[in-house]
């Protein structure tokens, strides 16, 4: 079936109004390359495949986590709670890149990865791939360790609020 003939002014602003119509589940994607270690807010997450379990993260190449997941090896997933609203907001750039890991209840593995400890999954993946396109690099991840919590209600955002 054809899609159905509607005369668009810019395709650009209806479908990012269109995207602002799904609900995602809200995490926190961090990444450390030895000298730096970042995070970032992100719903553009999604698992790729079972076999191997991966991930898939889309990161603008504007910012400083896409730097970082560059020449970083490995990245990690946080799934956020209902409860973890303020943590989301510092991390999607209320707060400075040095104030964000005060907020919450932040670990850090051997190898320098930041991860909430009470969130509702850490997925921590390898990095296998990294592919542009448009204004945004998919970071392709085989996960390595997955640690879970309690299965809270999820955050989730639609149409730029936490819902």
């Not at 395709?11 to 990444?31: N, P, Y």
């Not at 946080?78 to 964000?100: C, I, K, M, Q, Y």
């Not at 204004?135 to 640690?147: L, R, S």
């Amino acid at each position: 079936m054809d899609a159905p003939s509607i005369q668009q002014p810019e395709v650009g602003t209806t479908f990012r109004a269109a995207m602002r119509r799904l609900a995602s589940t809200v995490t926190i994607v961090t990444s450390a390359d030895g000298a730096r270690h970042h995070g970032m807010t992100m719903t553009a997450v999604s698992s790729l495949s079972m076999d191997p379990p991966s991930m898939i993260v889309c990161v603008n190449q504007s910012t400083f986590l896409h730097d970082i997941m560059l020449s970083a090896r490995r990245f990690c997933v946080n799934v956020l709670r209902h409860d973890h609203a303020a943590v989301s907001t510092a991390f999607s750039g209320a707060s400075s890149p040095e104030e964000r890991f005060q907020i919450g209840a932040w670990l850090q593995t051997e190898d320098g990865i930041d991860y909430l400890s009470d969130a509702q999954a850490n997925i921590f993946c390898k990095k296998v791939a990294a592919v542009p396109f448009g204004t945004h690099t998919v970071f392709i991840g085989t996960a390595v360790d997955v640690a879970l919590n309690d299965d809270a209600k999820p955050l989730l955002y639609r149409n730029a609020a936490y819902c």
